[in-house]
C-alpha cells in the first residue's frame, strides 16, 4: 500500500528492488518490477499460451499495444491530475497557497484535463472494435488496462454517462470469477484519489 502523504510504495520495498517500487514479483532468482514486465514473465513462464494471442493473430498488435499503453500513455496524465490535486488542496503558507493553486489549476485546465479527456475518449472509441481492449477475448492487456480505467473512474470522472463502453468493460473485469479471487487473496481494491 502506497504511502498516503508521499504516494511512495513502503520501504520495505527497498529490500526486494532498489527501487522501492511495486508492483515488484520475485520468483525464485528472478526479481521483476513494472507492471507490463510482471504480466510478460508470468505468461513467459505460467501462462501455456493462456491470456495472450497467438503470434501472428492480429489481436496481437492490439494486445501488444494495451499492454504498454497503460502504463506508457494512460497512466501520466492520470498520475500528474493527482499530483496536482494535492497541490491544490497541500497546506501551505497564506502567501504562496494562492500561487500554488493558481498553478495547478491552470495545468490542470490547460494540460492535464485536456489530455485524460484525449486518452478517454481513445479508449471509449477503441472498445467500440471489440468486447475487450484486444479483442473478442479476455487477454492480460485487460488485466494491465484495469489500474489507467480505475482510476480514471476515480479521479477524472469517468461514468456510465460520460464514458459507456469503458464502464460496461470495467464491470466485466469485475465480474469475472478470477477478478473476485483476486480481491479475496489480496483484499479491497481502491485507488487513491486527489
Do not use: C
Not at 1 to 16: N, S
Not at 79 to 99: E, G, Q, S, T, Y
Not at 156 to 164: D, E, F, I, N, R
Request: a positive charge.
Amino acid at each position: 500500500m502506497r504511502d498516503e502523504k508521499t504516494l511512495f510504495a513502503p520501504p520495505e520495498l527497498r529490500a526486494v528492488h532498489p527501487l522501492g517500487k511495486a508492483p515488484v514479483l520475485t520468483d525464485g532468482d528472478a526479481t521483476i518490477a513494472e507492471s507490463g514486465a510482471i504480466i510478460e514473465y508470468v505468461l513467459g513462464r505460467y501462462g501455456n499460451g493462456r491470456l495472450i494471442p497467438p503470434v501472428g493473430a492480429p489481436e496481437r498488435i492490439r494486445y501488444t499495444f494495451w499492454l504498454h499503453y497503460a502504463e506508457g500513455s494512460a497512466m501520466p496524465p492520470l498520475i500528474m491530475k493527482l499530483v496536482f490535486d494535492r497541490v491544490k488542496n497541500a497546506p501551505a503558507p497564506f502567501f504562496v497557497r494562492p500561487v500554488a493553486r493558481a498553478i495547478a489549476s491552470r495545468v490542470q485546465r490547460d494540460f492535464v484535463g485536456p489530455q485524460i479527456e484525449r486518452h478517454l475518449s481513445f479508449m471509449e472509441s477503441e472498445l467500440a472494435k471489440s468486447t475487450w481492449f484486444a479483442g473478442g477475448e479476455f487477454t492480460a492487456a485487460d488485466i494491465q488496462m484495469m489500474h489507467p480505467v480505475a482510476s480514471a473512474r476515480a479521479r477524472a470522472g469517468l461514468s456510465v454517462t460520460t464514458h459507456p463502453r469503458m464502464s460496461a468493460w470495467l464491470e466485466r473485469v469485475q465480474a469475472r470469477p478470477a477478478y473476485a479471487r483476486a480481491i479475496q487473496k489480496g483484499g479491497p481494491f481502491a485507488i487513491l484519489k486527489g
